[in-house]
């Protein structure tokens, strides 16, 4: 089955470093999906991405989409202590979404 | 608006015994899943439902059971608890669109069986 692998699994980061994180799938996706999730909160909806070498900006976050379609990279530029949390992956498959193992973020003031 | 709740938020059982855990959205979803969260281990899909009347097993479906007889609930059953099923359970619903799979998760139901 379709396997959707992240790195790095944790990274801590003294406030106003970048960070980015990257996502691998074994197979081709239809749209990658990207969430947050706080200690102890939900997953929350960030973004979908679905063009190949599609590249979407909230802010100070830049979300990439490889070209094959296969990859893709959440980059936070100058984190702050309001982006702690553990950031997800989920590549689209045809009715499911197979998530990474996650991205933990801390960031110390 | 409500979007996804899940009940209860937290549940201590005993081996052996059953449970239901409960998921509603009222966005109209097609798509409702079921995951389990393990520290280390993401989210993996335990079963999922494209629309009422039709589930289809996910990742790790053995010792869970789930029917869709609305497009609202999608509950989940537990047959006979074991220590392994100690976890944060997530219910989690979407439109079936591909460029629009944006999926609304619930609060976490957080299961100890001892």
């Known amino acids: 089955g379709q396997q959707v692998m992240q790195i790095p699994q944790y990274q801590h980061v003294q406030e106003g470093e970048d960070f980015t994180t990257y996502c691998n799938s074994s197979?081709?996706?239809?749209?990658i999906q990207w969430y947050k999730q706080r200690p102890g909160g939900h997953p929350v909806f960030l973004i979908q991405l679905v063009k190949s070498g599609e590249v979407k900006k909230q802010k100070r976050l830049t979300f990439q989409f490889g070209e094959a379609k296969k990859n893709s990279s959440l980059h936070i530029t100058a984190t702050q202590t309001t982006d702690v949390g553990t950031y997800f992956c989920a590549g689209g498959g045809y009715s499911t979404l197979t998530f990474g193992k996650g991205t933990m973020l801390l960031v110390s003031p | 608006n409500a979007g996804v709740t899940q009940t209860p938020k937290f549940q201590v059982l005993k081996t052996g015994q059953s449970m239901t855990l409960q998921c509603a959205q009222d966005?109209?979803?097609?798509?409702m899943s079921w995951y389990r969260q393990d520290p280390g281990m993401g989210l993996r899909l335990i079963h999922y439902s494209v629309g009422a009347g039709i589930t289809d097993q996910g990742e790790v479906p053995n010792g869970y059971n789930v029917s869709r007889s609305t497009t609202e609930d999608f509950p989940l059953r537990l047959l006979s608890a074991a220590p392994s099923q100690t976890s944060v359970y997530f219910c989690?619903?979407?439109?079936?669109?591909?460029?629009?799979?944006?999926?609304?998760f619930g609060q976490g139901t957080r299961l100890t069986v001892v």
């Open positions: 197979t081709t996706l239809s749209n």
């Open positions: 966005m109209n979803h097609e798509y």
């Open positions: 989690a619903s979407s439109y079936g669109l591909v460029s629009d799979r944006k999926a609304f």
